[in-house]
């Protein structure tokens, strides 16, 4: 069975870091672009960030750029976020998703996890 | 990287035909052929239900299309069911290999 599993969310303090990871499995996972989307609550989507197959690329919407890191453990098959500098309007669910097309991001996002709930408050 | 419009309510009869718009500009939605939409309902994940302006994965009903026209692109929904109900979400490439997403639209089957 195809499937991501997100992990890792909770509850930090602004300023605050947290990491999270998602677990691939059903799938060549070295050979997709690999994508974080988030949704706050009661909101729309927003995408957050993708990684190229090997690593080499990497692409951050402009309002986690500098403070959102994205990698990626092909011999684990795993995705990580981690995430500094944290702030109120990062309280989200954050999902992990693998795009359609295997090594691109058009926005195609055919497979997502359960995601994985941030909370970011004092 | 400023999201797509899309409004905020839609609904229908079932039986009846919906469509959902989500409009853009040249940069996004008019510029690429890689509009996709998302049918999510309460508590759950996103679901790819249209792809590459109208493509449908395999498992959508083809009660379910997509167009696009300019900048502006159509999710319609025939023979709405009540299991429609949901938010559905448009989201196009914007270049520069990064995504821009709707603000989702609330469809109600009365």
């Known amino acids: 069975e195809v499937q991501l599993v997100e992990s890792g969310g909770g509850l930090v303090k602004p300023g605050g870091s947290l990491r999270l990871s998602c677990a691939a499995s059903?799938?060549?996972?070295?050979?997709?672009?690999m994508n974080w989307v988030r949704q706050a609550p009661g909101k729309g989507l927003e995408w957050v960030s993708t990684?190229?197959?090997?690593?080499?690329?990497?692409y951050y919407a402009d309002s986690v750029k500098g403070r959102f890191t994205i990698s990626r453990d092909n011999a684990k098959n795993s995705l990580y976020l981690q995430m500094n500098s944290l702030r109120g309007e990062d309280t989200a669910v954050y999902y992990c998703?693998?795009?359609?097309?295997?090594?691109?991001?058009?926005?195609?996002?055919?497979?997502w996890g359960q995601g994985t709930a941030v909370t970011v408050s004092s | 990287q400023s999201a797509l419009t899309q409004p905020r309510s839609v609904s229908g009869s079932p039986g009846q035909s919906v469509t959902i718009s989500c409009t853009g500009t040249?940069?996004?939605?008019?510029?690429?052929?890689?509009v996709s939409w998302y049918q999510q309902p309460p508590g759950t994940a996103p679901k790819l239900i249209i792809h590459?302006?109208?493509q449908r994965p395999s498992g959508v009903p083809d009660r379910f299309s997509g167009s696009k026209s300019g900048n502006t692109a159509s999710l319609t929904i025939s023979g709405l069911q009540a299991e429609d109900e949901a938010d559905y979400h448009c989201?196009?490439?914007?270049?520069?290999?990064?995504?821009?997403f709707g603000g989702g639209t609330k469809l109600t089957v009365l």
């Open positions: 998703a693998r795009d359609i097309h295997p090594t691109g991001t058009t926005g195609a996002f055919d497979i």
């Open positions: 059903g799938f060549a996972f070295s050979s997709y672009s």
């Open positions: 990684i190229s197959t090997s690593s080499i690329y990497v």
């Open positions: 040249s940069g996004d939605v008019g510029g690429y052929d890689y």
């Open positions: 590459d302006v109208s």
């Open positions: 989201c196009s490439y914007a270049g520069s290999y990064t995504v821009v």
